[in-house]
């Protein structure tokens, strides 16, 4: 394999993000430490009340055991290793669809199996069984809710390991060919500096796999997402067990999140082409990210309600709902009409025509704002947040985090399509001038 074939599939990384390898550094320690934290401030003992007028850093730490423990409590790895591989050996077991990804720099697209429906009815054939077994008592949903934070550095630990592992595996050659007959991984664009920290906190290998899993993909849609509504049902069946009654704020928590994770579950056809499998490699920062991150920190709003619960009444209760559908059909929509456009199928919608052969979309929902998707997004994640009232700024942080996260997205976007299309961006700009909110920005 000549060096001019490996720098034509590979490219080197010519531009950091995140400030760089110390950015990763401080992301890859400050962050997971963050994670911890938030749910500290939340539990059966202790929870943060009003403007974080009770917070004690006594209490942040009160339970946390030290580092060393967790490494070796084979009771914690056990219970999350079981979790997380269960999922990965139904993901390739159950029977699904399947589709190609977009085509890779090899020239080649890979097979993606799309069963998303089959896992979903699997998972919920088991909690149905575990149900009638245990009376309802569920002895699964009380350990992870009296764990959580255990298993949550557990995840994070996990997601270390996880990380090292695509990353050596990235220097492995592939057992057999890549589009241009070679045995060369195709790496991440951005992942292939060779600093190994950032590197290995970017992800190095565009697309990891074992055999037919798609260890990114995996991530992304299971044992993460499926967590995070596991964790919200332990906190309504722990408010239940308590008091004996079901709070109409927590319940909606339940149905709002939990209509959200099913929809990205079995819809997910729909990530193949978002940037996560397109564009960026897999290292700590996607794996951090969708098995810690997701599931332990958006489920603060049902945590919350699990520990002070409220009663809304219907009026409140439907607002809540009204904003969330607006968002959903706003998110919905939009998708789909740039999915419909991009496959011709909206040949009506006024474009710019790009020197790249393909067309920038500036009409209907599209001329409202660049991202007009995110803000749909956005009014989402505000929803889940309104349902927990106004007790304490710890449970909109979803929300502000959430728009950071869009933020970031959308000026990785930006700069890539500036450089990609030069002049037909700025006039793409020109035609719509907002990048997410319309009117706002």
Excluded at 21 to 47: C, E, K
Excluded at 270 to 283: A, E, H, Q, R, S
Aim: hydrophobic share 45%; net charge neutral.
């Amino acid at each position: 394999m000549s060096l001019a074939t490996m720098t034509a599939l590979n490219p080197k990384t010519t531009h950091y993000e995140f400030s760089g390898p110390v950015g990763a550094l401080l992301i890859s320690v400050f962050l997971p430490i963050l994670t911890v934290i938030l749910n500290q401030l939340i539990r059966p003992d202790y929870h943060i009340v009003g403007l974080f007028r009770n917070f004690s850093w006594i209490e942040v730490w009160n339970k946390v055991n030290p580092l060393s423990s967790y490494l070796f409590n084979g009771e914690l790895w056990t219970y999350y290793s079981a979790w997380f591989f269960s999922l990965a050996v139904l993901d390739v077991l159950l029977p699904g669809t399947k589709l190609y990804g977009v085509e890779l720099r090899d020239g080649s697209k890979l097979p993606y199996k799309i069963n998303g429906i089959a896992v979903s009815m699997a998972l919920t054939l088991v909690l149905a069984v575990r149900y009638q077994l245990t009376n309802g008592e569920m002895p699964e949903l009380q350990y992870l809710f009296e764990h959580q934070t255990d298993i949550c550095i557990i995840s994070i630990l996990f997601s270390f390991l996880l990380a090292c592992f695509v990353y050596i595996g990235s220097f492995v050659p592939l057992w057999g060919t890549n589009g241009k007959g070679t045995k060369e991984r195709i790496l991440a664009v951005g992942g292939n500096s060779g600093n190994i920290l950032y590197d290995w906190f970017i992800g190095r290998e565009l697309n990891p796999r074992i055999g037919p899993l798609d260890i990114k993909m995996f991530a992304e849609l299971r044992p993460g997402m499926l967590l995070w509504f596991l964790i919200n049902l332990s906190c309504l069946h722990h408010s239940y067990r308590e008091s004996g009654k079901i709070y109409d704020s927590l319940l909606l928590v339940n149905v709002l999140q939990g209509f959200y994770i099913f929809d990205g579950v079995l819809n997910e056809e729909g990530v193949l082409t978002m940037m996560d499998i397109t564009t960026d490699g897999f290292g700590f920062m996607l794996a951090f990210g969708d098995l810690s991150l997701v599931p332990f920190t958006y489920c603060l709003q049902a945590r919350y309600l699990a520990v002070s619960p409220i009663e809304f009444g219907l009026p409140h209760s439907t607002l809540i709902v009204i904003i969330m559908l607006l968002g959903y059909w706003i998110f919905h929509s939009a998708n789909k009409q740039k999915s419909d456009f991009r496959q011709g199928k909206l040949p009506q919608l006024k474009s710019i025509q790009t020197d790249k052969g393909t067309k920038l979309l500036c009409d209907s929902w599209w001329a409202v704002s660049q991202h007009i998707n995110y803000f749909g997004d956005l009014l989402i994640s505000l929803s889940w947040c309104l349902a927990t009232g106004f007790q304490t700024p710890l449970t909109y942080y979803y929300f502000f985090y959430f728009a950071a996260l869009l933020l970031h997205r959308q000026s990785r976007d930006e700069e890539k399509c500036r450089n990609k299309y030069g002049v037909f961006w700025e006039e793409y700009e020109r035609k719509v001038p907002y990048k997410i909110v319309p009117y706002v920005y």
